[in-house]
Nanobody, 115 residues
């Protein structure tokens, strides 16, 4: 089993910044990709950013230039720095990890951006 624990969400004013963190534990020997999804009320979950092991970061078009994803492989962790936040970034953010051929999800952390 794989466990993902997120932290770092909260309430922030528009144009502010937040950093999300996610630590993976358990059977993660074949950890491949780590990343982030989000889901706003009434919307489907959408891919925000991902970073494969040894690969390049990918971003949702609407967050390019405002978000940076990176990993600390020694800590089996992934981070998402979000800047210039907008009210439309308000959502529950989920950490995801691909281990082998299986995907795992964290419990989610709320990010609320006030105008």
């Amino acid at each position: 089993q794989v466990q993902l624990v997120e932290s770092g969400g909260g309430l922030v004013q528009a144009r502010g910044s937040l950093r999300l963190s996610c630590a993976a534990s358990g059977d993660i020997f074949r950890l491949r990709t780590m990343g982030w999804y989000r889901q706003a009320p009434g919307n489907q979950r959408e891919y925000v950013a991902g970073l494969p092991t040894g690969g390049s970061a990918q971003y949702l078009d609407s967050v390019k230039g405002r978000c940076t994803i990176w990993r600390d492989n020694a800590k089996n962790s992934v981070y998402l720095e979000m800047t210039s936040l907008k009210p439309e970034d308000t959502a529950v953010y989920y950490c995801v990890a691909m281990v082998g051929s299986s995907w795992y999800w964290g419990q989610g952390t709320q990010v609320t951006v006030s105008s």
